[in-house]
């Protein structure tokens, strides 16, 4: 009988298997792919996966290494989930075994078994109650013991820790005799508990309506749900979610960034009494891998998580929500360059289950996937409850003098709002006090040494720093050029604009919202916490202020700069610009007080900026994509992007010219239509001491775009310039 030969998946760049003998002892029937095995690769040992399983290797017999040890008895991917990872593989032209291991967590991938902890769970002991004298004056105790009996069950440390219940507590109620800890595997044997801790709300009518066809369907359909700011999308969502909670499933959400968005996640845990999981940054890695099993063994209804939540595993998926679809930290921008909703789209469709992109900003890619049929439309075109929309109104600062970002005018109109007991808030997307030093005697400009960029000025502590490469120097006393002590900060950052408004309302507390004030953990909780006590505050922040966040007494929003948005090189420029002006003009009136919006401009007759004030997102949308139509650019073509980096310049270059020459070689042998734009150097050329260029390919069709790739990687991978320079593809790029 011929031997077995697995070829297995290893975490390595190169887009190969491995062929490995099976371990000696092992009958192969128990062998499948999918399995994970140890395998001695070089000096190491290396865990990778059974990809598939033959009996001919091109490798001489005596020279075909054995495996070292089978890790599962079973594949420990759902299969649906293990056919998403293959797909992504290909569809990003990475390799397998590199795939393989962005979709799991870090224990299972250095080999540990998947296997959950049995862990210790707390359960209330007979006569606990919450109004028990033992605890009348200790809220968090009291909380502990109200959720406990609602899950008589038991919970583990990680899901109280979703309450923010700390273990001293646990103990303290231990040492009075009110609960207990006991030894199971987590949410075993479960009753089924009631799945809502609060009534959901009344639907409104457009609500309803996208709620019915949601819930009406079976198997995959892609949603598009284009709600504008405070339509009510997340009532939609936990509605749906109700849905298919009730029908034993499980739901995946997907959000763009944890940190940013407390009040979201806490309208989730408020709604349900099924335990759900955040995949959050501060899991360790013992809690990320039980919670990824605590999913893939059906033992939570719902996950919620960033980009990489997508390879969460479900024992039956039922629901996929993108909030905020539209959102550029779907993709990822290094190493395997996937994009998180779009792999979302084909796993539900894997899944056989419905999937809802919500958005008041769609990208263009979603709307014209919508336009096409490709995707049903749902619109909320009302903001829920009594909220009106905001007013949108330019105001042209060309030759009005601006201190700390701000006009005058827009000065008198906070000064309104906040005379009138409302909060404002001032959107301005540049961190930092200035984005330039300048001598004011010989007009030198402080640039980073490493990047083809200027140095931004912080205050207190005073310094200079890069955006791009974040290399930091203190600030020059003198002009290296003409020796004068004359250096200026010019423009202003959000640092500018704060201590500015400081200046103008001393009474006013100014809540600082960027990168640099909340980098500590929790810091962006405790700052909301101020605008969230609703008295009269100043809100100042970059894009961060933008996202999903729900201020109801935020009556005015100042955009103090939109011009950047307009000049951008990038096709997706226009784009990017309206919806974050829309993001950030929808945090205005969202409750009962009406919201106005008010964007300083030098270009308000910018037909943009007029379309887009007078007539909204959807409409500048429509006419983006007509010209991106005209232009033949995406959504109506399809683009790759081989992008190249090194010290040395010449490399760079010699790598995309032999990179092109194949590239057109093969098009004109096969009579591919993909076009080749470049080499070229990439926007900002020189970034932390690199060059960088990048040859675009691009094409009408997907598949010769795809078929050309598959066969230029591998001769790249064997190109000796390929060896003194770092390269990459991007698929789908959004970065160009
Ligand atoms: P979006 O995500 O679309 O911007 P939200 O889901 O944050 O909007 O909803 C905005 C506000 O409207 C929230 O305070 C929410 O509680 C409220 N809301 C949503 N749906 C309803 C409804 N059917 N009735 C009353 N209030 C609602
Ligand atoms: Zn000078
Ligand atoms: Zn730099």
Known sequence: MSEVILQVA?????????DYRAPRGIASEGLRPGVRVRVPFGRRQLVGFVAAITDQSTIPRDKLKAASEVLDIEPILPDTLWQLCRWTANYYQ????????????????????????????????????????????????????QILGQHPHGLSHALLGQWGLQRDTLDTLEKKGLVQ??????????????????????????????????????????????????????????????????????????????????QTLERFRQRFSVPVVILHSGLNDRERMDAWLAARNGEVGIVI?????????????GLVIIDEEHDLSYKQQDGLRYNARDLAVYRARLDNCGIILGSATPALESLHNAD??????????????????????????RSRPLQGGLSQPMLQAIGEHLGKGNQVLVFLNRRGFAPTLMCHDCGWIAECSRCD????????????QCHHCDSQRP????????????????????????????????????????????????????????????????????QMLAKGHHFPNVTLVAILDADGGLFSADFRGPERMAQLITQVAGRAGRADKPGQVLIQTHMADHPLLLDLTEQGYAAIAHSELAARRSANLPPFSFMALLRAESTAPEQVNSFLEQASVSAENLQASQQLSVELLGPVPSPMERRAGRYRAQLLLQANQRAPLHNLLHQLLPLLEQAPQGRKVRWSLDIDPLDM
């Open 10 to 18: 290893l975490p390595s760049p190169l887009r190969r298997l491995f």
């Open 94 to 145: 990475h390799s397998l075994g590199d795939t393989l291991s962005c979709a799991l967590p870090t224990l299972l991938r250095q080999g540990e078994p998947a296997l959950a902890r049995q862990q210790l769970l707390w359960q209330l002991l007979p006569g606990a109650y919450p109004e028990h004298p033992a605890i009348s004056r200790a809220p968090r105790q009291k909380q502990a013991v």
């Open 181 to 262: 800890q006991i030894r199971q595997s987590p949410h075993h044997s479960n009753e089924p508990l009631p799945l809502l801790r609060e009534a959901p709300l009344t639907a409104n009518a457009e609500q309803q309506a996208a709620l019915d066809a949601i819930i009406a369907s079976k198997g995959f359909t892609c949603w598009l749900l284009e709600g504008v700011t405070g339509s009510g999308k997340t009532e939609v969502y936990l509605q749906a979610i109700e849905h298919c909670l009730r029908h034993g499933k499980q739901a995946l959400v997907l959000i763009p960034e944890i940190g940013l968005t407390p």
């Open 305 to 317: 998580g960033t980009r990489s939540a997508v390879f969460t595993p479900l024992a039956n998926p």
């Open 372 to 397: 096409t049929g490709r995707y049903q439309h749902l619109r909320l075109q009302q903001r829920a409850g009594d909220a009106q929309p905001p007013q949108m109104h330019c105001l042209d600062i």
């Open 453 to 464: 960029a200027r140095m931004t000025v912080h205050q207190s502590p005073t310094y200079l």
């Open 475 to 542: 600030l020059d006393r003198h002009c290296p050029k003409c020796n004068s002590e004359d250096l200026r900060p010019v423009g202003a950052g959000t640092e500018r604009s704060e201590e500015h408004l400081k200046q103008c309302f001393p009474h006013t507390p100014v809540v600082r919202i960027d990168r640099d004030s909340t980098s500590r953990k929790q810091a962006m909780q405790q700052l909301l916490k101020q605008v969230h006590a609703g008295g009269p505050c100043l809100l100042v922040g970059t």
